[in-house]
């Protein structure tokens, strides 16, 4: 037992300081990302983990989901983002399963940028970037696949004027 003490030590004191030396001599730092910028949360790789390439085509009739947005100045700070979709059911139970129709999750995005899904109506965003700000919300599937009715993304999309604060 003590000899798997003094082995366990050992590797610690030379695992655990030759890694800090070739980490701090590569230049790596221990910075850390601001949590109330939005572009900084949300993945910058396309189609990861699920295959984004393949749309659910749905017909162009009276039981298609579609969806609209309204951004809200959040009288604290920052904004809220009101998603009211229509033939559509948020499924967070059921994501990454197959796909029921009329049901899955948002992806909302930041000027192109995605910050992440959504599987409710309301989401608060502390900051936004100066100036136009675009905002987008689409909607998607269980198995992450975009819906299209009639050959068009389901999303909605809106520009606010952000303040020089990011508010």
């Known amino acids: 037992m003590s000899r798997s003490l003094a082995l366990f030590a050992i590797g610690l004191i030379f695992g655990g300081g030759v890694g800090f030396v070739i980490a701090a001599g590569s230049g790596s730092t221990f910075d850390s990302h601001d949590h109330a910028d939005p572009s900084q949360h949300g993945s910058n790789a396309e189609m990861a983990a699920h295959d984004h390439s393949a749309v659910t085509n749905l017909p162009a009739d009276s039981n298609a989901p579609s969806v609209a947005i309204k951004m809200i100045k959040d009288p604290m700070a920052?904004?809220?983002?009101?998603?009211?979709?229509?033939?559509?059911?948020?499924?967070?139970?059921?994501?990454?399963?197959?796909?029921?129709?009329?049901?899955?999750?948002a992806h909302v995005y930041i000027n192109g940028e995605k910050l992440g899904r959504l599987y409710a109506n309301w989401i608060?965003?502390?900051?936004?970037?100066?100036?136009?700000?675009?905002?987008?919300?689409?909607l998607n599937g269980n198995s992450h696949s975009p819906l299209m009715v009639g050959g068009l993304p389901v999303e909605a999309k809106l520009i606010v004027q952000a303040d020089d604060d990011g508010s």
């Open 124 to 138: 608060h965003l502390p900051s936004l970037p100066d100036g136009d700000v675009e905002i987008k919300v689409s």
């Open 78 to 105: 920052g904004w809220n983002l009101h998603v009211t979709p229509q033939n559509f059911r948020f499924s967070p139970e059921n994501a990454s399963t197959e796909e029921i129709l009329g049901e899955g999750h």
